[in-house]
Nanobody, 122 residues
Framework: VQLQASGGGLVQAGESLRLSCVVS????????VGWFRQPPGKEREFVAA????????YLGKSVKGRFTISRDNAKNTVNLQMNSLEPEDTALYYC????????????????WGQGTQLTVSS
């Protein structure tokens, strides 16, 4: 399984950006997918997840109301739309495929992408 994330970059606070991740090598539509991030000097944290059908969406507390996640099963792609970006959103963002069809607090990741860097300047 390969996950190729893209879309990171340098933006100013208040701006928007969209990350995309293309998944190959497995049946994309059968699994929940999501995003995590690792800020500088901190541990990796959950950002968002979406069930295999797209019917269930989960967002981390710090991004609720600003970020949204979507998927296109025909294109094996998961997107993270990030609005009203803040300097605290600066991190290396990873896409991930979960082992199950939906997400829960104990969900395990089966595959990780390589990460794409987002830097938000104030």
């Amino acid at each position: 399984v390969q996950l190729q994330a893209s879309g990171g970059g340098l933006v100013q606070a208040g701006e928007s950006l969209r990350l995309s991740c293309v998944v190959s090598g497995r049946t994309f539509s059968g699994y929940a997918v999501g995003w995590f991030r690792q800020p500088p000097g901190k541990e990796r944290e959950f950002v968002a997840a979406i069930s295999r059908s797209g019917g269930n969406i989960y967002l981390g507390k710090s991004v609720k109301g600003r970020f949204t996640i979507s998927r296109d099963n025909a294109k094996n792609t998961v997107n993270l739309q990030m609005n009203s970006l803040e300097p605290e959103d600066t991190a290396l963002y990873y896409c991930a495929v979960f082992k199950g069809s939906d997400y829960g607090p104990s969900s395990e990741v089966s595959s990780w992408g390589q990460g794409t860097q987002l830097t938000v300047s104030s």
